[in-house]
């Protein structure tokens, strides 16, 4: 008996992801929980370095900005609700300081444009085919920050739309990294301020330009975040308590089927042996000062120097 319609997955023949492997995550918040995974098994991530974005054009937008180093003028930035913003980045960025925030955007586009030039993969998670247009400016903008919604006009982007952008992204990245692999994704996360009917329209557009662009013999791959959530985790015991975002098991079990296709075997060792250390350092013992304990902590350290001898790169807290 069958008692959930499961998604057929295949482990991915070349390109996987090792230890090896530079990553850049860019996208939705989504992008954010299955960054954090890599961060917590020890991956080279960088994650969303102009924070949370929703939709194609803003993540080409960073990606412009970033691989012609256009940096930001103060004069960029606005004044809001007593914090500076910029429309082209998540409010996580904001700060009091118009000094500041230009100084932190800057370096993100550094941050960016270096990891672009060395990753081996990037990851791009779409959220929404909604965007927003500043009247004052017609610039699509990647956050509204609050500010009124006359001044701004809401727009729908076509399959072509949405197509174009990524082919711009592609096309950009390749410019300074040719043989980066990309990994397109849509965010499971349904987007309901819009409306029901207005989301699944919108993830209807970024699925079809998605495989308008996919292309495993040219490294344009596609993992279906978006489907296992929707067909084998379809129970609401699998959201958070808004019935929108998908919970830690949801994010957990997806995580355990992006493994299955893009972490090879080897790799997987390597991740236990992090996790077990990850688990140790975490541990609160009864009593700090006990022949026990300390025989554990003297075990973590080796085991500790052991997997930062293999891969420098390791940082343990």
Known sequence: MKLQTKIPLQAQPHNQIDYNSKLLLLGSCFSENIGDKFSYFKFQTIINPFGILFHPKAIENLITRSINKDYYSEDELIFHNEQWSCLDAHSKLNSSSKEELSANLNNALEQTNRQIQESTHIIITLGTSWVYRQISTDHIVANCHKLPQKSFLKELLSVNDIAESLLAIISLVRSVNPKVSFLFTVSPVRHTKDGFVEN????????????????????????????????????????????????????????????????????????????????????KPFNSKSEAHQQFVTKLQSYIKDLCDKHPHFKFD
């Open 200 to 283: 699944t329209q919108s993830k209807s557009h970024l699925l079809a330009a998605i495989h308008q662009v996919v292309e495993p013999r040219n490294q344009l791959y596609y993992f279906p975040s978006y489907e296992i959530m929707m067909d084998e985790l379809r129970d609401y015991r699998f959201y958070n308590a808004d019935m929108i975002h998908p919970n830690d098991l949801a994010i957990d079990y997806i995580w355990e089927k992006f493994k299955q296709v893009w972490i090879s075997e080897a790799t997987e060792i390597t991740m236990q042996n992090v996790e077990m250390v990850q688990k140790g350092l975490k541990h």
